[in-house]
Every structure is written in structure tokens, then in C-alpha cells.
């Protein structure tokens, strides 16, 4: 069954939505460096490395283009109590399972509970024009890579997070958290693009 012309420009209408903590230009930069070695890596052969480096604090899904201004309206004041607060790396996860991984995450050492406290006040800004609580505990994470098949890092992961240990390091430099962002999402088969619609200073 083919679509109208009506449906299909409602269709277009849709843009999805997510509200995160983007991480500095420098810092974005930091992390691709690292990828220039992991990508020497046969167990990391075929992943599809992240464009953009982020903690997702809400996503909101496929949102219709005239509520858009609601969202960024709801969220004006959410995080006016909320001071710059430092962020630093934590050790290397897979998701599901480092035995089957579909994603390679960096986890979150300081920060996490200042992410929390956001993620909260997101949902209760959202909550109010009518957007669901996520209904799950907040974990706060960045994506670095993810695999088309099922892949097993077990050994890598330990090694990598003893080497991340041994020189202070991790899989992107610590930095101060000054600003929250409304991003809009675009899937392309080269993978997502990202949009910053609008930023939220902290004070």
C-alpha cells in the first residue's frame, strides 16, 4: 500500500530526538585518535566506530517537527540549578555481553551522579508536556563502536581496560561538563548524522 502525499509529508515531519551531554570538540577529537589504533586490531575488524561522542541523558524518539519548540521549551529551566561539573572516563563494556557484543561502550567514572541528577530533571521537564518516564535506572555511557555481527571481545576488553588502568588513561580525556544539549538525530547507511538544536549552559 502506497503512502499520500499527506501521509508522507507527515511522515517527514518526524524527527528523532535525544537529550544528551555532547562531548567538546577537543574531546571528540581525542577519542577518534584512539580509535586509530583500535582499528589495527583484529578483534575490532568491522566495527562501525561513533561519528559523534555523547551521554544520551533522554531519548525521545520520532517527534512530530511542531513540537519541537515545546521540547526545547520544556527543558529551558530544567537545568538552571545544575553546576559545570567534571566528567572522567570508566573502564570499557560490551553490550549484551562481552562473549556476543553488539556495541562497545566507555562507561563514566566522575560525573555520574551529576549525569544522573540531569537525566532526572529531564524526565521531570518532559513529563509535564506529556513525554513516559523511561521506566529503567539510568546508566550513564558513551558509545564508541558497534558490530554487525555478534562479537566476541571477552579477552580484548580485559587487556584493554588493564592497559587503560596501568597508564591513567581511558577511552577519552576527563573534561568539565558546561552545557546540555537538544540534538536531532538522521539515520544514513553511513551511520547517524547529529544536529544540535539547542544548547542549556550551566550556571
Not at 517527514?12 to 537529550?19: C, Q
Not at 577519542?31 to 583500535?38: P, S
Not at 587503560?164 to 577519552?172: C, E, L, R
Request: with cysteine; charged share 25%.
Amino acid at each position: 500500500m502506497s503512502l499520500g502525499p499527506e501521509a508522507v509529508e507527515g511522515r517527514r515531519a518526524l524527527r528523532r530526538l535525544f537529550v544528551a551531554l555532547v562531548f567538546p570538540d577537543d574531546v571528540q577529537a581525542a577519542v577518534r585518535r584512539r580509535f586509530v589504533a583500535w582499528q589495527q586490531e583484529p578483534t575490532l575488524r568491522g566495527a562501525r566506530f561513533a561519528r559523534e561522542f555523547h551521554v544520551t541523558l533522554k531519548f525521545l524518539g520520532e517527534i512530530a517537527e511542531a513540537r519541537h519548540t515545546d521540547v526545547a521549551d520544556a527543558l529551558g529551566s530544567a537545568f538552571l540549578p545544575v553546576r559545570p561539573f567534571s566528567v572522567s572516563p570508566g573502564p570499557l563494556v560490551a553490550f549484551p555481553t562481552a562473549s556476543r557484543a553488539s556495541v562497545l561502550y566507555g562507561g563514566i567514572d566522575a560525573g555520574r551522579s551529576a549525569l544522573g541528577e540531569c537525566a532526572h530533571r529531564t524526565e521531570e521537564a518532559l513529563a509535564e508536556i506529556g513525554f513516559p518516564d523511561a521506566g529503567r535506572d539510568f546508566v550513564p555511557h558513551v558509545t564508541l563502536c558497534r558490530f554487525r555481527r555478534a562479537t566476541r571481545l571477552t579477552a580484548w576488553i580485559v587487556a584493554e581496560n588493564e592497559r587503560i588502568a596501568a597508564k591513567d588513561m581511558g577511552a577519552f580525556p576527563p573534561f568539565e561538563a558546561t552545557a546540555l544539549t537538544l540534538v536531532r538525530s538522521e539515520l544514513h547507511p553511513e551511520g547517524a548524522l547529529y544536529t544540535r538544536l539547542v544548547s542549556y549552559p550551566l550556571s
